[in-house]
């Protein structure tokens, strides 16, 4: 059954801590998201992948985010310094490409509080 | 830039009444729509798509939605629903080569 693996689930830290949240995307998909969930703001892009490429990070505060895939099989979503207007339950999904269109599969999420 | 309008944050509906969630989308070229719905404490979950073809696109969990081209709208339904259809539901745009813009959210509430 594949699915998109989200580490860690859960996750409290405090303000001026990094944070790193992972995602193991499905075998075989060469696009990656990360979305961020607020009650207020949604559903946000934060970044975009496709062959482990950086499409489009312009919805990602640059100065404390950064978003990376070392490989395949891995994607990762840091925050340093944390804030705690950064909590929020944060999505990554991947996806295949089928003629332009992409769907994404999501994984369950990382809930981040910062205290 | 395209954008997602789901008109309704909240619908409140009797079990086995049927049920419709609106979505409207703004753009003037050929878009993919997607529905999707997330359950709480959970990630997002693929219902239906529209990619070409027929209009009326049937999605599991017995939802389909119809992609109507002059009013730019992708509204899903259920002719009847359950509790366990209780969640919030995603409308989703997204152009060739472009990434997912999800609409607000519209919270589906089932009562007995």
């Known amino acids: 059954d594949a699915r998109v693996t989200q580490t860690p689930r859960h996750k409290v830290t405090e303000m001026g801590q990094e944070v790193t949240m992972r995602c193991q995307p499905i075998l075989g998909h060469n696009t990656v998201f990360w979305y961020r969930q607020t009650m207020m703001q949604g559903l946000e892009l934060l970044a975009y992948?496709?062959?482990?490429?950086?499409?489009?990070d312009s919805g990602m505060p640059k100065d404390r985010f950064s978003a990376e895939m070392p490989d395949a099989t891995l994607a990762t979503l840091k925050i340093q310094p944390s804030e705690p207007r950064d909590s929020a339950v944060y999505f990554c999904?991947?996806?295949?490409?089928?003629?332009?269109?992409?769907?994404?599969?999501f994984g369950q999420g990382t809930r981040l509080t910062v205290v | 830039a395209q954008s997602v309008t789901q008109l309704d944050s909240q619908v409140p509906v009797f079990e086995e009444a049927p049920v419709e969630l609106r979505c409207n989308y703004s753009?003037?070229?050929?878009?993919?729509l997607f529905w999707y719905v997330q359950y709480p404490n959970q990630g997002l979950q693929l219902l239906l798509k529209?990619?070409?073809?027929?209009?009326l696109v049937k999605g599991i969990n017995g939802f389909e939605a119809e992609f109507n081209k002059s009013q730019t709208s992708f509204h899903l339904r259920k002719p009847s629903v359950h509790i366990s259809d209780t969640a919030e539901y995603f409308c989703a745009v997204i152009r060739a080569g472009n990434m997912l813009t999800f609409g607000g959210g519209t919270r589906l509430m089932v009562k007995p």
């Open positions: 999904a991947s996806g295949p490409e089928t003629g332009g269109a992409s769907e994404a599969f």
């Open positions: 529209y990619l070409s073809g027929s209009t």
């Open positions: 992948f496709r062959n482990r490429a950086p499409l489009d």
């Open positions: 753009s003037s070229v050929s878009v993919y």
